[in-house]
């Protein structure tokens, strides 16, 4: 008869977004581990899909019922800070609890102007779609505009782009300033493809002009010209949260957690991070969610190997390029290399639509298949090409 397994070890991940799912349920490929997820929301949130939500065309939420493996915990609380001298996290409610390790993944939000960069006028009236509450507002105050009424989104990346195609597609008229030019981080073919449907949708898109100042009915940009504006979008720029830098833990500029290769903080060897808020070496991956689930299982598998009393493997994981909605009908995939800089190669048009709609798919059909089948998790590997840091005693384990 086998004797029963009882957890010896408890890993807290914070964090319940692509990388800390991922995570959490990569972990279960040992019995005798007790896992504690803490989420701010009880509800999985989809954030490649809330540009969506704003124009009413998603929900951009999961259950975590059906998102998370048998006997994770799932806390809803937000963390206040991590104690990592005692292995403990205080909680925004009061309430603390231990761990043995802790997988940092808080994801990412948008981003405001402040100091020299300030643009007045955006923390008081611009919208924001980079959180689920924010996305939520912004389609309610859209729901009060007449259709007619027009619309400018900030911001010329991808989230501009997606959040520009959506509300054009529903008839609006919109307006994207880019600030500098339409999506950066394409191809010059891939932004020509952008460019095109952006045009078939009606978007005003303003290159090489920034937006200097936004009022509640308009938005003043760089060149001194006034736009009227019922409903401004900011989606320059995104941030993470700062609670390394309030637990007092080594942080880039950005406020990403500083880890070795094997995303294990450069202070503390029982904390390894995750996703958006991890900064490898200092060289942080792309925020997005193809790097996010990779790097969530890689961190499960550094916590792994250290309970087993081995030598984590150093993160390998490759990018394949990015796929950009343009209205439900269309879109561009742009290809990249395993470093994820482009290539002069795109999927355009409805197909393209189509590979779009099955990532997005995938990506939660990816995290439950994992909760059913722990370690099943793929990812493209050979894309990082760092040598791990050499260990010293500050990742000494007591």
């Not at 808080?106 to 779609?129: C, F, I, Q």
């Not at 792994?304 to 490759?318: C, D, F, K, M, V």
Request: charged share 20%; with cysteine; net charge negative.
């Amino acid at each position: 008869m086998t004797e029963p397994t009882f957890p010896s070890t408890h890993v807290v991940v914070v964090g319940g977004g692509y990388a800390g799912t991922v995570a959490a349920n990569h972990l279960r490929q040992r019995a005798d581990v007790a896992i504690t997820l803490i989420n701010p929301r009880p509800v999985f949130v989809e954030r490649i899909r809330l540009h969506q939500l704003v124009a009413d065309s998603s929900a951009a939420i999961a259950d975590y019922e059906s998102l998370l493996g048998e006997g994770i915990g799932l806390i809803v609380d937000a963390v206040d800070r991590i104690v990592p001298a005692d292995r403990r996290v205080v909680l925004g409610s009061g309430a603390e609890l231990d761990y043995d390790y802790l997988i940092y993944a808080v994801g990412s939000t948008g981003a405001l102007p402040t100091g020299s960069s300030a643009v007045p006028g955006v923390a008081e009236y611009a919208h924001s779609v980079a959180d689920l509450e924010s996305a939520q507002r912004l389609r309610y105050a859209l729901a009060d505009l007449p259709l007619a009424a027009p619309i400018t989104v900030v911001g010329g990346g991808l989230t501009g782009i997606e959040t520009a195609s959506e509300l054009a597609e529903l008839g609006r008229p919109v307006t994207l300033v880019c600030g500098g030019v339409l999506g950066p981080s394409l191809s010059g073919r891939g932004r020509r493809s952008v460019a095109k449907q952006l045009r078939g949708l009606e978007v005003n898109v303003l290159e090489s002009v920034s937006a200097a100042e936004v009022r509640w009915d308009a938005v003043v940009l760089s060149n001194g010209a006034v736009l009227p504006s019922a409903a401004t979008v900011w989606t320059a720029g995104f941030t993470v949260p700062d609670l390394a830098a309030r637990s007092g833990l080594s942080t880039d500029a950005a406020g990403r957690l500083l880890t070795d290769e094997t995303l294990t903080s450069i202070d503390d060897g029982r904390i390894v991070a995750a996703g958006d808020a991890a900064a490898p070496s200092g060289q942080p991956l792309r925020m997005s969610c193809q790097a996010a689930g990779p790097l969530g299982a890689q961190a499960a598998n550094t916590v792994l190997s250290r309970i087993a009393g081995e030598t984590p493997a150093p993160l390998n994981q490759a990018f394949t390029g990015q796929c950009i909605s343009l209205g439900r009908s269309h879109a561009t995939v742009q290809l990249a290399r395993k470093d994820d800089t482009p290539v002069e190669l795109y999927l355009g048009g409805r197909f393209a639509a189509s590979v779009k709609e099955a990532v997005c798919k995938g990506t939660l059909w990816a995290i439950r298949r994992e909760a059913a089948k722990p370690g099943s998790y793929f990812w493209f590997k050979g894309g990082r090409r760092l040598a791990p840091s050499p260990a010293d005693e500050r990742l000494a384990l007591p």
